[in-house]
Nanobody, 119 residues
């Protein structure tokens, strides 16, 4: 089993920065792809940034150039560096992970962390 715990959210002004963290507990060695998702009120959850097992990254067009995803394997932690924040970035941010087939190939989610950006 894998558990994901996000932290680092908060209320900030537009133009400022935040760094979200996602700590992995349990069988972190089973985790392959990981990503950050967000869900704004009244909207569906959307992929913000993905990190593939090979280290490649993919970003939503709306965040390219402002958000950066990275992983520290020594700390079993996934990060999302968020710069030049905009009010439209306001949402609950979730960390998601997929496990390798040998570990069941399941998807896991964190509990979410709120990010609120005011103009």
């Amino acid at each position: 089993q894998v558990q994901l715990v996000e932290s680092g959210g908060g209320s900030v002004q537009a133009g400022t920065s935040l760094r979200l963290s996602c700590k992995m507990y349990g069988r972190a060695v089973c985790i392959s792809a990981m990503g950050w998702y967000r869900q704004a009120p009244g909207k569906e959850r959307e992929l913000v940034a993905a990190l593939t097992p090979g280290g490649s990254t993919n970003y939503a067009d709306s965040v390219k150039g402002r958000l950066t995803v990275s992983r520290d394997n020594a700390k079993d932690t996934l990060y999302l560096e968020m710069n030049s924040l905009k009010p439209e970035d306001t949402a609950v941010y979730y960390c998601g992970a997929q496990t390798i087939p040998q570990c069941g190939g399941s998807d896991f989610w964190g509990q979410g962390t709120q990010v609120t950006v005011s103009s």
